[in-house]
């Protein structure tokens, strides 16, 4: 199994999770995060007074998947996370040893 980490412009993130959803990934995490990307306007961007530099609103998207899956995956985020700047994002792949799953009872 695989754990893709992708981090996505907040403008991008709704079409990548969509399409996730529409080829049966079902567990997908999203989380709001500041980032360094490069701002796609002056709206995205704000000032980080802990950081002490400018910050841009992001999305951190998360997913585990089986490793036959990680290629349609990555095509995927790739597809739909594209701004038409040089580097719109990152993904990230590592291996999980292991999925357990919670029991509800």
């Known amino acids: 199994m695989k754990e893709i980490k992708a981090f996505i412009h907040r403008n991008r993130i709704s079409d990548v999770v969509h399409e996730l959803k529409q080829a049966g990934y079902k567990y997908i995490s999203v989380v709001d995060v500041l980032g360094l990307l490069k701002a ?48 719109a994002g990152w993904i990230y792949v590592t291996d999980v040893e292991q999925a357990i799953k919670i029991d509800g009872s």
């Open 40 to 87: 796609l306007s002056s709206q995205e961007q704000q000032y980080s007074v802990d950081l002490g530099t400018k910050v841009v609103s992001e999305i951190k998207l998360e997913l585990v998947c089986d490793d036959g899956q990680l290629d349609d995956a990555i095509d995927i985020i790739s597809r739909q996370g594209r701004t038409g700047q040089k580097t």
